[in-house]
């Protein structure tokens, strides 16, 4: 199928498989025109791509995790499960610092407040 058939099929745009495929996640054959063409199972594998880059993960990390589709294996497998719990640990340590942050903002907001009451009272008072 070409790459718009593709693109139908699965929701993704033809940019976003233009780039897929530039990242090295999707792989074509080209015709003697040089169209793009894909296989019928490539529609199962952009929607794997899409759930992990949903799940926030970056092109590099998917490459990383393909051969465990790729070349079904225990060593894959087992190197995949590592990559996506160091995924998550990073993930859970940007929760927890955007928390701090929140509420770092959060104190501003109360002095920032406080700091209006002060003035407002300052005027009428």
Do not use: K, W
């Amino acid at each position: 199928m070409r790459i718009g058939e593709l693109a139908a099929r699965t929701g993704v745009s033809v940019r976003s498989l233009r780039y897929y495929e530039e990242q090295g996640l999707l792989a074509s054959t080209r015709s003697g025109s040089g169209q793009r063409h894909y296989t019928d199972d490539q529609s199962e594998r952009v929607g794997f791509i899409q759930r992990l880059y949903a799940a926030g993960l970056s092109s590099p990390t998917i490459l990383e995790l393909l051969p465990c589709t790729d070349s079904p294996s225990r060593n894959n497998s087992d190197a995949a499960l590592e990559r996506m719990a160091q995924e998550r640990d990073r993930l859970s340590r940007h929760i927890t610092d955007l928390a701090a942050t929140r509420d770092a903002l959060d104190g501003l907001i109360s002095t920032a407040r406080a700091h209006r009451e002060q003035l407002q009272e300052a005027v009428t008072g």
